[in-house]
């Protein structure tokens, strides 16, 4: 019986020694399935907290991540292979690790428990653990934490943290794939394009060098752009508003205010002002009959009369100090 205790007490020390494993066994370790998994370590409530224990002579980079279709979490989804490419990078630039730094990805479906004891109510997260021995090391366990909440989800601003809170390390540069497909569609549609509009040229080439077609459009823009189109825009103007006495006021007071329904009131006063001003210059005088092109120019001159003496009545409006008007109106 003796025996036995003082071959017990004898053989203490060494099971100790056996159970308590080197950190540095622990980095080969999880180091070593990196490398062979060539992305992140896939990692459960154990294996984390074995990772992450103290001390440790290394740091650990680990994103806790909530991909499970039922969780809903969009940019976990996003996020990921963003996360495998940085963790690839860095295996792959630095084999023999002189960094000293593991990545890890912990779902919620593995680490339920890890997740609760941080009180995590959000994915995805990252934590960076930093050594707690050696010439960079801190003296306390807590982890840096990444700020997902600007909606992050590339791969280079993340590299750049991990990068500036490890500044003694190698900091592989991220190396992206080269991706075959967007070229191989790229090079389809640019040569679809060409291929249409060397078909269509002769038939697209006189509709676009049409000078009406273009007077058009510059005429449509100078009516959009001089009526207030983009004052609309900048200021976010109501279409209508209140008059104050049960009715609809159509027309806003002073040159810094105006409604949607004003500007396109006046930009329709324009359009009808210039193909009047239009029709008189170009197509009157190609009238052959006398009568038909006196009529039209009293039509015409008629309806100038008529829109400008109400352009003048809405100019009034904005301003009640302008003197001027023209009858009708």
């Avoid at 056996?18 to 370790?29: E, H």
């Amino acid at each position: 019986m003796k025996l036995l205790q003082l071959v017990t007490a004898a053989l203490l020390p060494f099971t100790a020694l056996a159970a308590k494993k080197p950190t540095g066994d622990r980095f080969a370790q999880y180091h070593a399935k990196q490398l062979s998994a060539g992305s992140s370590v896939k990692l459960d409530d154990k294996s984390y907290d074995e990772l992450t224990k103290s001390p440790r002579d290394y740091s650990v980079a680990v994103l806790l991540t909530a991909q499970d279709s039922r969780f809903g979490c969009a940019l976990c989804n996003e996020f990921q292979p963003e996360w495998e490419l940085i963790s690839k990078t860095w295996a792959k630039g630095d084999k023999a690790g002189e960094g000293r730094i593991v990545f890890g990805t912990l779902d919620f479906v593995d680490g339920k428990n890890t997740f609760q004891s941080l009180m995590l109510q959000t994915a995805p997260v990252l934590l960076l653990f930093h050594p707690t021995t050696g010439p960079d090391s801190k003296a306390d366990n807590v982890p840096s934490r990444f700020d997902f909440a600007t909606g992050t989800n590339t791969a280079e601003p993340v590299h750049g943290w991990i990068s500036r809170q490890l500044p003694s390390i190698p900091h592989p540069a991220i190396v992206r794939p080269i991706n075959y497909v967007k070229i191989a569609v790229t090079i389809t549609a640019v040569l679809g394009v060409i291929t249409f509009f060397t078909v269509a040229a002769p038939y697209l080439l006189p509709i676009i060098q049409n000078r009406n077609l273009w007077a058009a459009v510059s005429l449509i823009a100078v009516l959009l752009f001089t009526s207030g189109h983009m004052f609309n825009h900048i200021r976010k103007v109501p279409y209508v508003a209140a008059d104050g006495k049960g009715g609809v006021s159509y027309f806003a007071g002073g040159f810094q205010n105006q409604f949607g329904l004003e500007t396109q009131i006046v930009a329709a006063m324009y359009g009808v002002l210039s193909f009047a001003t239009i029709s008189l210059a170009l197509k009157v005088p190609r009238m052959s009959n006398p009568r038909n092109q006196q009529i039209a120019v009293f039509i015409w001159g008629g309806v100038i009369l008529v829109m400008y003496s109400f352009l003048l009545s809405v100019f009034r409006i904005k301003n009640g100090g302008y003197p001027f008007w023209l009858p009708p109106f």
